[in-house]
């Protein structure tokens, strides 16, 4: 199968985070049983994690680690530093991509 095949047939949902990923009653993040089923799931949560609203999911661990008292302060200050440059990057990016 070709690639441009496979991204055709891909379901609309493909790399929704808030569907593939959505936040629980529990406020912790878990796959639902329908996206479990479907052959697209590893390929669709990793293009969801990798857009920026998947940092904001590795802001969550980093800021439930913190509470938890399982990091310092400076690892906290120290991973959120570098989400926020992941985070500029990519909308540096997408700005530079829209302008061509």
Known sequence: ????????????????????????PDELRCTPDTCMACEHKTECLR?????????????????????????????????RKAFNRQKSRMVRDNCAKEKK
């Open 1 to 24: 199968m070709i690639m441009s095949e496979k991204k055709q047939k891909t379901p609309t949902c493909f790399g929704n985070l808030d569907i593939v990923f959505p936040m629980g």
């Open 47 to 79: 293009t969801a994690m990798a857009r920026p609203g998947g940092i904001g999911v590795r802001e969550e661990i980093v800021d439930r680690a913190y509470a938890s008292g399982r990091i310092g302060f400076f690892k906290r200050w120290s991973d």
